[in-house]
């Protein structure tokens, strides 16, 4: 592993306290650790002018087209050609989960979240946020100033993961609330009922979006590190199940595995981005797996 | 079932442990968060039902455990009685002791019988108190339980061996009558014995066998006292071919020498108790010595032959010279009797068909009379010479193929016989007309009144003696079946009607018919045969009796004839445990006799007419027995051991089992063993080490499990 991948170790990246370095540092890292930029070319360029509108933002008027021909124009930038992304984390009560008790799920997805909106508002992507637990219960309109960085990542800091999900519900609302294609990249471990949050991708792709899914799980959700006689209990309902977890760890690894599988078989199917990742996984897969997909869109 | 510590059986009260602990607090597993129940809930109910079966397969590991443990501790063991008893419950036991005489074998200076008082002197110090004890001898008599422990160890200490023991497994049936009736729980018979083979017969042991399997809370301990490997010589039985014979003939007495465990020069030498001459006292005067060389386990026969004995009854014993370890079987007694020369008379008609010297040579053969060795002296007359004849001086007369009688010879037959003579018939071809045969003279003599001749033209009619318990066959029992009668085919023979009263056959014929016929007269007897004895083999013979290799005929005739006389019927000698019969010299009225038995001891007895019969109750001593009485000259009698109460060959312990059945019976040689078994048959079988080996296959199988289902 190189010098960079090691630093970008969730473990490594949780010492930083303040997630604006925090994010710094997972994208720089990431940058550093690459020999060439595939996403080379990317800035901020003027491609054409086209009429005002009403509904357009007034800053973007050409004050010296509308001096030379009296009409209000606006700018069109390379900028324009981005595509609005939504952070959408999942604020359940399952996402403050760590078997370790070192990064935990919500941690994990934070970190990569502030990683992505630091990257995105670099390039002059419009970033907004979603979080969401049984429905979205904060929001942050999408922006591509620099100033964005700074609510987005208070925000973030702010959220604590508590209450019960319904990740489903959360995503049908979020489609109603997005009115242009963006770019939904959301943060889960998507626990619950598979058909209604595969239906709510499906809807979210149906209306245009590009959905990119981070499925965020423990390192102990994924290898069942448990032995002899455990009482598992539910963070969010409280229930207790009972196991000889020597025995069943094949059991769970198959229907962990199972799950993983069918959910990437169908967000492929939907064109779905679908990253599965859990906290013992280094930060830069998740980026990688965002720079192809904008890539993809420019 | 018993325990050793009773008290510790209330450990198993801990078996409640293990289920309080499942129970309530039944240890709980760790608890972990863990979000992702979902995929477990899915895939759980199966395992969850395992998860159960485990944990109460645990818990039966546990309580077993526990149980098993606490159960091993208490000392468990099982009686086969089926009963809950304590060791030192009162028992109901009967001891009892092999008293035959082959229980004095000596060995290390003690007998066997004083062995055995030893060993059961010690056992009754270990029966527990108030239990009931009994003690029996293989001798005949009443048995009850002994009124309390001292009594019973003076009744063991007064035991004594005895010529005339039952078979120890009769014993072992009243033994086991007794503790039956007795309300003890627990029963015990201790069975003292050499284990000789001659104290169990089969048909003994064929009543007790079903009598041991049918007990229940009986335990029959085999106490073993004899010597696994005994030396002895010994005599077997002693034979006398007659006991009464004439002074002419010669005294054969014969027995064996049989060597048990040992071999080498064994002496033997006949006495008779008679007049020293020297000094005139009666003692043991030795007339003969035979030097045996016997290997361990062989036999030999040995024959004494004496001659020149003068008139009278005579006493003697064969015995080892010497001392052994059995003296029992060294010395055998015998009496005999000797007599002048029997006067026969032979009446025979003339006839081309009848050869009387058959019979004379068969009585009194040519080499005998030159040699003065004949017993009986022989006169042949004709037929018509009877009349004038005076038949006192004869002791019997043989009427040789006679031809029809007058009445008045008949009358003078009648009168003869009943004085206490004997006449032989031998019916032929001149009994014809037959009339004669049927007059009522005749009717008083005759077995059966004469009927027809019957042919019987293809030999297959014989001779065919079917119980030959009459002293005519005596001879014939000793072959055993061996006599060739088809060998001596009857072709003609007379066919009788019904028989007399106090008539009756010794001799049948093959198809049935009567050969032999015997019927008493007033103090004689007559015998009839219904085919002649003279018949000439050359003119169509009535049988072939005579011919070719005719020992049958001779001993035949022989033996007829000493019946007719007094020599056949008369028993000297007897074995323990017979009546003994001796016929008196008829007298009007009672007369007393006085008999002294060979340990001097004297006791009367009478006989009465008109049996004049000596009979004795079987007596219990061997020895020469004489009996006295006034007037007359001393008499007597012998009594011999049966030589199987003193076989010292053994049964093995195999035998035992398959005889008495292992389990009903177990076998000690000491006292060790006799302690062991008595705790295992009072106490049963300990089943500690089954106990605790279960219990570590318990402890294993639990640490397995557990380790399993608790790891961590």
Known sequence: MSLVAKYLKPEVVRQIRRLDLRAKFIVRGFFQGLHRSPFHGFSVEFSEHRKYTPGDDPKDIDWIVYAKTDKYYVKKFEAETNITGYLTLDLSRSMAYTYRQEVSKWEYAISLAAALCYLMIQQQDPVGLFAFDEKVRSSLRPKSKRTQLGDVLSLLARLQPTGRTDVAASLTQIAGMLRHASLVMVFSDLLGPLEPILEAFYRLRHRGHDVIVFHILDEAEVRFPFDGLVELEDPETGQLVEVDASDFRPTYLEEIQQFRESLGRECARAKIDYVPLDTSMPFDRALSEYLINRSQRS | MTFLNVSLVAGTVFIALPIILHLLLRRRPRRVEFPAIQFVRQRQLPQKRRLRIRHWLLLALRVGLIGLLSLALARPSVIFSGDWVLQEEPVAAALVFDTSVRMEYRHENQTRLEAAKQLATWLLAELPQQSEIAVL?????????????????????????????????????????????????????????????????????????????????????????????????????????????????????????????????????????????????????????????????????????????????????????????????????????????????????????????????????????????????????????????????????????????????????????????????????????????????????????????????????????????????????????????????????????????????????????????????????????????????NQEPWNLLPTGDAWPYLILVNEMAAYLVGAAEQQLNYTVGQTVVMKAEATAGRRSFVITAPDGMTFTAQAEAPANQLVLTPPAVPGNYRVHSGGSPDTGFSVNLPPEHTRLDRLTPEEIDQLLGAKNVRLARSQQEINRHVSLGRVGQELFPFLIGLVACLWGVELLVANRFYKD
């Open chain 2, 137 to 537: 001898s293989s001798r005949a008599g009443p048995v009850a339980f002994e009124v309390d422990r001292a009594s019973a160890r003076e009744r063991i200490r007064r035991l004594e061996s005895s010529a005339d023991s039952q078979p120890l497994p009769t014993a072992i049936s009243r033994a086991l009558e007794l503790v039956q009736q007795s309300q003890q729980r627990l029963r015990e018979i201790y069975i003292f014995t050499d284990l000789a083979r001659s104290a169990w017969p089969s048909q003994s042991l064929a009543q007790l066998r079903p009598q041991l399997e049918k007990a229940f809370g009986l335990s029959v301990y085999l106490v073993d006292v004899g010597v696994p490997e005994p030396k002895d010589f010994g005599l077997g039985g002693l034979e006398l071919p007659r006991q009464i014979l004439s002074s002419r003939g010669t005294l054969i007495v014969q027995t064996q020498v049989e060597a048990t465990g040992v071999g080498g020069a064994c002496p033997v030498q006949l006495e008779l108790w008679e007049e020293d001459p020297k000094t005139g006292q009666r003692s043991w005067q030795k007339r003969e010595e035979k030097l045996c060389q016997l290997q361990p386990g062989q036999k030999e026969q040995v024959v004494f032959r004496l001659r020149g004995l003068s008139a009278g009854v005579h006493q003697g014993q064969v015995r080892i010279v010497g001392g052994d370890a059995l003296p029992a079987n060294d010395v055998r007694y015998f009496t005999f009797e000797v007599k002048p020369p029997w006067q026969l008379l032979l009446v025979a008609p003339d006839s081309v068909h009848l050869v009387p010297a058959f019979v004379t040579e068969a009585l009194a053969p040519r080499e005998f009379r030159l040699t003065g060795q004949a017993r009986y002296d022989c006169r042949l007359i004709r037929q018509e010479e009877l009349s004038a004849v005076d038949l006192s001086q004869y002791a019997a007369l043989f009427l040789l193929d006679p031809q029809p009688l007058e009445d008045a010879l008949w009358q003078k037959l009648v009168s003869y016989v009943a004085d206490g003579h004997g006449l032989a018939i031998c019916l032929g071809r001149n009994a014809q007309p037959m009339d004669s045969f049927l007059t009522p003279a005749a009717q008083t003599l005759l077995p059966a009144p004469l009927q027809m001749q019957v042919r019987r033209p293809d030999y297959d009619t014989y001779l065919a003696p079917a119980d030959r318990q009459h002293p005519i066959l005596g001879e014939f029992r000793r072959l055993s079946g061996s006599v060739p009668w088809d060998a001596f085919p009857v072709l003609c023979y007379w066919q009788l009607g019904e028989l007399a009263k106090g008539a009756s056959v010794i001799i049948p014929y093959t198809d049935g018919g009567p050969a032999l016929l015997e019927r008493v007269v007033g103090k004689g007897r007559v015998l009839m045969i219904t085919t002649p004895l003279t018949d000439h083999t």
